[in-house]
Structure formats: structure tokens, C-alpha cells
């Protein structure tokens, strides 16, 4: 199925998969990932104490999974900051660069950025080259949010509304809302499952 599902709404050969019984669970594994790269996976065995407050990036478009992963990762509420979106519900790119900014020079540790594709309310959707870019740019993980319409993207249609997937280190979608996989089947796809694999 993941290799089906993989070319169905094309992605590169480069992404490998796996399922989970939802995308709660699949974006507390990606934020867990984000925690333990950026502390050089010492957070599993040391704990968090003695490290820079750790930030994460996410439009307030995104599902209440990520405000859950985050408080469950031991990144606290407080440090989910949700990032101001435009008059299309898209996270603003300066907007989050800026915020990124700032928490460097206040001495946090931004660790990760968690993009949107269809949010639950309303199906906003963030401009993924953009953000991507600057996860990127800034050393970051990246996990998309894709849950409810990612598995629109299997019409070709429809593939602009997620221009620059490919730079995304994991995403999610769950093939049991739109196309008729049993209950449950939320499809995680990685760019590079080791590192989430040692996590």
C-alpha cells in the first residue's frame, strides 16, 4: 500500500513510510523526532533538563494533534507558537522567520516546523516551498499536517495546493478519510525514517 500510495499522489522515491492508527500519533512521532535531533537524541536518556527552551513553528490553522504532541514531547504549550497567518489562513513566511529569529537571540532552541495541508476547520492551507525553505535554511525538521486532505492530492488537480512536498522531512494523511482504507490507516511518510527509527 505505501509504495501505491507514495506514487498515487507523487511523491518522491525517496519517501518511506509507515502506518499508524492515527495522526495524532504520527505527528507526536515527528515532533518527538524534532525534540531528539535537535538535542543529538540525548533526550531520551538525559531527559530536558539543562537545555535552551525548545520552540516549534505552526499556523493556528493547524489540528489540536500538534498542540497534544507538543505538550506530550515535553515541549509545553507555551512553546508551540502558533504563527499569524495571511488573508488565506497560510502561515505567514516572515512571520515565521521572524519568530524564529527572535527566539534564537533570546536564546531558545527552535527545533521544528509543522506545516498545514487542509486544516480541520476550514481546509486552510499553508505555502509549503516557503516554509519548507526555511526549515531548511535553519536546520529545522519539518512535518506537514495533511491528515484530512492529503489524499486529495492523488488528482493531479489538485498537487499545486502542496507545491514543495519534497522538502518536507515527514507528512501525514490518513487514506481512511477519503479513500476507503479501513479504519485506521494514517500513512506517515519520511524522508528519512532512521532518524525517527533511533528516536
Not at 56 to 82: F, M, P, W
Not at 87 to 113: H, T, V, Y
Request: with cysteine; aromatic share 6%; charged share 20%.
Amino acid at each position: 500500500m505505501m509504495d501505491w500510495l507514495r506514487q498515487a499522489v507523487d511523491l518522491p522515491q525517496i519517501f518511506r513510510g509507515v502506518i499508524h492508527d492515527s495522526a495524532t500519533t504520527a505527528t507526536l512521532c515527528a515532533v518527538v523526532t524534532m525534540r531528539e535531533r535537535a538535542l543529538q537524541w540525548q533526550g531520551l536518556t538525559k531527559g530536558l533538563a539543562g537545555h535552551p527552551t525548545m520552540r516549534i513553528y505552526a499556523s493556528a490553522q493547524t489540528h489540536c494533534s500538534v498542540d497534544k504532541a507538543a505538550r506530550l514531547a515535553g515541549i509545553g504549550q507555551e512553546n508551540l507558537i502558533k504563527v499569524d497567518t495571511d488573508d488565506d489562513w497560510a502561515m505567514r513566511p516572515d512571520a515565521l522567520q521572524k519568530a524564529i529569529q527572535n527566539d534564537r537571540a533570546a536564546g531558545m532552541l527552535p527545533i521544528g516546523i509543522i506545516g498545514c495541508i487542509g486544516g480541520t476547520s476550514f481546509g486552510a492551507s499553508d505555502r509549503l516551498r516557503a516554509i519548507l525553505s526555511i526549515s531548511r535554511d535553519e536546520n529545522m525538521y519539518s512535518h506537514v499536517d495533511a491528515a484530512w486532505a492529503g489524499s486529495a492530492m492523488i488528482c493531479p488537480e489538485y498537487r499545486h495546493v502542496w507545491d514543495g512536498i519534497e522538502l518536507a522531512d515527514s507528512l501525514v494523511l490518513n487514506p481512511h478519510k477519503w479513500l476507503g482504507a479501513s479504519f485506521d490507516c494514517s500513512v506517515q511518510f519520511l524522508r528519512e525514517p532512521a532518524s525517527q527509527v533511533q528516536t
